[in-house]
Antibody
Framework: EVQLVESGGGLVQPGGSLRLSCAAS????????MNWVRQAPGKGLEWVSYISSSTGTIYYADSVKGRFTISRDNAKNSLYLQMNSLRAEDTAVYYC???????????????WGQGTLVTVSS | QSVLTQPPSASGTPGQRVTISCSGSSSNIGSNTVNWYQQFPGTAPKLLIY???QRPSGVPDRFSGSKSGTSASLAISGLQSEDEADYYCAAWDDSLNGWVFGGGTKLTVL
């Protein structure tokens, strides 16, 4: 059974840092691209970052570029999101999502974690 | 505002057919396939439709998707009370080099 379990969320002051983790199980983690998607309270889904299976390719949303860093450890079946210079508008539930598909432009998020809440407030 | 445009709300009575639209541009829907996600309050999104019109196993055939040009639609036939949820469309954007979502549509079953 595919499982994605996020952790590391919490309350942090503006300007602070936090590192989120996503533990994957039930599939060969190193074969899949992964993403972080967030959802502010009462708002819609917002894509945050993508990392290829081999870490060769990384993308970020403009809203987090230069502040967030995505990484993965295939030996530990884990995905990470280092978040620095946090702002109030970063407050959201952060989901990790597995990306599947076999052709460019035909990918999709087939499994999502349960999410971890990040609150940025003084 | 979201890159993909969805109506904020939709509604129908049990048994009815409802459709939810998703409008984009040549760099996203016009170039790549569209996926739809269903989300219940307090839970993670779930894949509902992928590659425009494909249903994952376990998704009832009451749910169907289509795409034409730079727009896509999700149709739900034989509406049931348990279909009351938020629905999001998504596609890869070649210009932004990232995933873009619609703002979400809250479906109410009257």
């Amino acid at each position: 059974e595919v499982q994605l379990v996020e952790s590391g969320g919490g309350l942090v002051q503006p300007g602070g840092s936090l590192r989120l983790s996503c533990a994957a199980s039930g599939f060969t983690f190193s074969n899949y691209e992964m993403n972080w998607v967030r959802q502010a309270p009462g708002k819609g889904l917002e894509w945050v970052s993508y990392i290829s299976s081999s870490t060769g390719t990384i993308y970020y949303a403009d809203s987090v570029k230069g502040r967030f860093t995505i990484s993965r450890d295939n030996a530990k079946n884990s995905l990470y999101l280092q978040m620095n210079s946090l702002r109030a508008e970063d407050t959201a539930v952060y989901y990790c999502a597995r990306e599947d598909g076999n052709s460019y432009g035909q990918f999709y998020f087939d499994y999502w974690g349960q999410g971890t809440l990040v609150t940025v407030s003084s | 505002q979201s890159v993909l445009t969805q109506p904020p709300s939709a509604s129908g009575t049990p048994g009815q057919r409802v459709t939810i639209s998703c409008s984009g541009s040549s760099s996203n829907i016009g170039s790549n396939t569209v996926n739809w996600y269903q989300q219940f309050p307090g839970t993670a999104p779930k894949l509902l439709i992928y590659k425009n019109d494909q249903r994952p196993s376990g998704v009832p055939d009451r749910f169907s998707g289509s795409k034409s040009g730079t727009s896509a639609s999700l149709a739900i036939s034989g509406l049931q009370s348990e279909d009351e949820a938020d629905y999001y469309c998504a596609a890869w954007d070649d210009s932004l080099n990232g995933w873009v979502f619609g703002g979400g549509t809250k479906l109410t079953v009257l």
